[in-house]
């Protein structure tokens, strides 16, 4: 049995995401029996990127606007550039995002991903990574930024690109199956 068996698990995602920091997730947390749905504002299958270049596309389990955040045990943001640049600015996915700290439950964020946290309010005093380039953007949302191959702040997984997947992904498993995190609360806008 897998450490993840009863868990479930939301990839929030929309097109333009990194492939590879939304399929390792979702295969990982599979491995481990967690029921894991891709939740997109958009229905049907979303566009994945390699870098720059188009990749897969992935099928839509559950469409945003029918998601109940209760349904789920962790959130995962995927990276790329078009997928949290898009998210960042839609107030269904920051409430979302929002209602999982709210509730403690775990978050894990690679790459741009932590763009989506910083516009739901949700990094002031946490210890976070990302790709540099967002670096201003993180500690502008009052968010303590390092340069680290994955960062755990009470539930909340970050990590820079996708060669800190492996990291980034047993992190993430980890911190699901200990379960909710009060002090994920704390930072909760």
Not at 9 to 19: D, N, P, S, W, Y
């Amino acid at each position: 049995m897998g450490q993840l068996s009863g868990k479930r698990v939301a990839i929030l995602a929309t097109h333009g995401f990194e492939q590879s920091e939304l399929t390792e997730p979702l295969r990982a947390l599979r491995e481990q029996q967690a029921d894991v749905d891709v939740v997109s504002p958009e229905s049907g299958k979303v566009q994945g990127f390699k870098h720059f270049d188009r990749g897969d596309e992935v099928p839509v389990d559950t469409v945003l606007s029918d998601a109940d955040p209760k349904d789920y045990d962790a959130l995962v943001i995927p990276g790329g550039l078009f997928n949290p640049d898009a998210l960042r600015v839609d107030e269904d996915a920051l409430a979302f995002t929002r209602s999982f700290f709210e509730a403690g439950k775990p978050v894990a964020a690679i790459c741009h991903g932590p763009w989506v946290l910083a516009n739901a309010g949700v990094l002031e005093g946490r210890s976070v990574t990302s790709v540099p380039n967002i670096r201003k953007d993180l500690e502008n949302a009052g968010a303590k930024w390092s340069d680290d191959e994955v960062i755990v702040d009470q539930g909340l997984v970050t990590s820079r690109t996708p060669d800190d997947l492996p990291a980034f992904c047993a992190k993430l498993v980890e911190e699901i199956a200990e379960g909710k995190h009060r002090g994920q609360q704390r930072s909760a806008a």
